[in-house]
């Protein structure tokens, strides 16, 4: 099954729409976001997931369909931070997909003028920690209660990657700009 990177398109709706409804853990990566029929997916991509100089974010595609998405945000030159955040729709999980492409996007920031990548997961989200740390993101400590989902908070575990860290075992998956 070849495995790739690129940037979403609205063609891509379908596919988002699966990967959404097929976890109830993915509600607080859509959080408010209107995602009930093809054509609200469509939108989301081309207002959420566009490809900006602040925002980038790819599709993780399998054999065509994008079944999850890897990007970084608060894209900050002056500083030279993002911050990196990724999902998988339930089906695509356990194969290492997240991490190989956390791993890319992380050598693109680098490569671009980036030093220092950071990310958080909720602590009883073992899962998202393994991609991190298999990734190359080394943990730093907890936030606590920073995240808030309804009337629940969560305790955050932030990662960073450095630019001077070593680079971490595993393979990258290959992919393309929109630039």
Same mark, same amino acid.
């Given at each position: 099954?070849?495995?790739?990177?690129?940037?979403?398109?609205?063609?891509?709706?379908?596919?988002?729409?699966?990967?959404?409804?097929?976890?109830?853990?993915?509600?607080?990566?859509?959080?408010?976001?209107?995602?009930?029929?093809?054509?609200?997916?469509?939108?989301?991509?081309?207002?959420?997931?566009?490809?900006?100089?602040?925002?980038?974010?790819?599709?993780?595609?399998?054999?065509?369909?994008?079944?999850?998405?890897?990007?970084?945000?608060?894209?900050?030159?002056?500083?030279?931070? /993002?911050? #990196?955040?990724?999902? @998988? +729709?339930? =089906?695509?999980?356990?194969?290492?997909?997240?991490?190989? %492409?956390? &791993?890319?996007?992380?050598?693109?920031?680098?490569?671009?003028?980036?030093?220092?990548?950071?990310?958080?997961?909720?602590?009883?989200?073992?899962?998202?920690?393994?991609? /991190?740390? #298999?990734?190359?993101? @080394? +943990?730093? =400590?907890?936030?606590?209660?920073?995240?808030?989902?309804? %009337?629940? &908070?969560?305790?955050?575990?932030?990662?960073?990657?450095?630019?001077?860290?070593?680079?971490?075992?595993?393979?990258?998956?290959?992919?393309?700009?929109?630039?």
């Amino acid at each position: 099954m070849p495995v790739s990177l690129r940037p979403w398109s609205r063609s891509d709706a379908p596919a988002l729409l699966a990967a959404r409804w097929s976890s109830p853990d993915l509600d607080t990566q859509f959080a408010g976001a209107h995602l009930s029929d093809e054509a609200q997916a469509a939108d989301y991509v081309g207002e959420i997931m566009p490809y900006s100089d602040s925002a980038k974010n790819w599709a993780i595609v399998e054999d065509g369909i994008a079944v999850g998405n890897v990007g970084l945000s608060a894209i900050e030159r002056r500083h030279q931070t /993002a911050w #990196a955040y990724y999902w @998988l +729709a339930g =089906g695509a999980r356990g194969r290492g997909y997240a991490s190989q %492409a956390l &791993r890319a996007v992380a050598d693109w920031g680098f490569h671009s003028g980036l030093f220092r990548l950071e990310l958080g997961h909720r602590v009883h989200n073992p899962a998202s920690c393994r991609v /991190a740390s #298999a990734a190359g993101f @080394l +943990a730093e =400590g907890i936030e606590r209660q920073k995240l808030r989902y309804g %009337a629940e &908070r969560f305790d955050v575990e932030t990662h960073a990657r450095l630019a001077s860290d070593p680079y971490p075992a595993g393979s990258a998956f290959e992919f393309q700009t929109a630039e």
